[in-house]
């Protein structure tokens, strides 16, 4: 597969390593640093294949940036290591959530911490993993729109005891999340879904600087039907998007990745 790493400087930076997967991280406009980071491999030939990691870093932990950045490469060089010599994407996924937690772990004296959300995509099979509240979208040209991630966070732990998605993201420390890679992480085995959609769509893997001014499925599909899905490329859809989310306030650092699968 051929990698598409960003580098220095990271306020704002686009990468399309194909016609048909692009991504952008952005700063946003409150943060004086972009603690998010993502990762792209494709390959063309003898089938098409992507893998693509989003990371984003806690920033009440020194270094964040650095962490996300770790994991987002780390976890992408091993899948495409792995998924080269013949590993089962889910059985790829966790051997590069152990990859990402030790380079952030290993990173420092006292190591930062972040999220992380990865994908295979082979053809038109999707197999995802995640540990932390980054997240992974399907929405189908039918109309049909998904979540495929499930968040490891607060919010998430009260809506399985009964809240709602509206209450529980409003509640007291919604966002904290309940398991991350790096500083103090006990159980950083990624959360796997597998989707073998029926027909053409997209995948899309993001930050919370995205999907916190649109959080279910319904309403981001209804925000990337309006901004991004008539977009020349990938790589500009995600940038409208990041853009959409700054126009709602941009209070955190955003981070979008688009792929388009075709049966």
Known sequence: ??????????????????PWLGGCSDIGLRHSTN????????????????????SDGVTTAPGAEDASRLAAEAAAHRLVELLDRGESPASALHQAFDAANSAVVHDREYPSACTLVAAVVHEAAITVGSVGDSRAYWFGDDGAARQLSTDDSMAQARILL????????????AHAITRWLGRDSTDWAPGIVDLTPEGDGWLLLCSDGLWNYASSPEELAGVFAEHAASATSPAEGAEALAAWANAQGGRDNITVVLVRITR
């Open 1 to 18: 597969m051929t990698e598409s790493i960003a580098q220095p400087p990271r306020s704002h930076y686009v990468l399309s390593p194909a």
């Open 35 to 54: 603690q998010d980071a993502m990762s792209l491999a494709v390959r063309e030939a003898p089938t098409r294949a992507a893998v693509v990691a989003v």
């Open 162 to 173: 009964g809240m709602t998605r509206e209450e529980a993201e409003r509640s007291i420390q």
